[in-house]
């Protein structure tokens, strides 16, 4: 199966710097990779995503990048606000003959000083 | 556009009772539907894969006699604790996929806090 692992577990910058969060995948054959973020309290939401035929991919602050050789992703998030405060999850799609598994990280929360 | 609503959004229970948790697709169709169990502090947990008309997919260690899904329309999946004990308290939160669309995302419900006492 796939597995996804993430750094780092806590991050805390301050308010106008960039942060970046890292994760790699096991499977080759994953091929869509969705970030998402998370507040006190609530579902995650999907921030970003990036799927397996494009390197970078970019949103107004935030930014994802991919390199499949090394597979590993990353977020960038620029410009850092306090309301960027959350749990940011990344995950990786893997597509199988019974369908689609996602595989998620164990999580970076990200803390941004004011 | 894709909304998943899922209700209660906390529930406080007795001990041995049993509870369900809806999750609604609002604006969508989803033929699967994901439920997930969050610790403090820890990811997400896959249980099972609510796959409409048929039964779920439940993943290792999950009792299925314990969490009940049913997937009864392309809207909607239920998943009830049954016989609730101190140990299921936890964040329940669903998802979904929106139907024929192979490489849609994932979309959240704002999840279950669920408290048995």
């Known amino acids: 199966g796939e597995n996804v692992e993430q750094h780092p577990s806590t991050l805390s910058v301050q308010e106008g710097d960039s942060a970046v969060i890292k994760c790699t995948y096991s499977d080759s054959a994953s091929n869509y990779f969705p970030w998402y973020k998370q507040e006190l309290g609530k579902g995650p939401q999907l921030i970003i995503d990036i799927r397996s035929n494009v390197g970078e991919k970019k949103d107004q602050r935030i930014a994802v990048t991919l390199n499949k050789t090394a597979k590993h992703f990353s977020l960038h998030i620029t410009e850092t606000q306090p309301e960027d405060s959350a749990v940011y999850f990344c995950a990786a799609r893997r597509t199988t003959n019974t369908g689609n598994q996602f595989y998620f990280g164990t999580g970076t929360s990200l803390t941004v000083i004011p | 556009g894709a909304v998943v609503s899922q209700h209660p959004s906390w529930v406080i229970c007795k001990s041995g009772t049993s509870v369900k948790i809806e999750c609604r697709s609002l604006d969508f169709q989803a033929t699967t539907m994901f439920w997930y169990r969050q610790f403090p502090k820890q990811s997400l947990m896959l249980m099972a894969t609510?796959?409409?008309?048929?039964?779920?997919?439940?993943e290792q260690g999950v009792e299925k006699d314990k969490f009940l899904i049913n997937h009864a329309s392309l809207t909607l999946s239920t998943l009830t604790v049954t016989s609730a004990h101190p140990e299921d308290s936890s964040f329940y939160i669903c998802s979904a996929r929106r139907q024929g669309a192979g490489n849609s995302p994932l979309h959240f419900g704002n999840g279950t806090r669920l408290t048995v006492t």
């Open positions: 609510s796959n409409e008309g048929s039964k779920a997919t439940y």
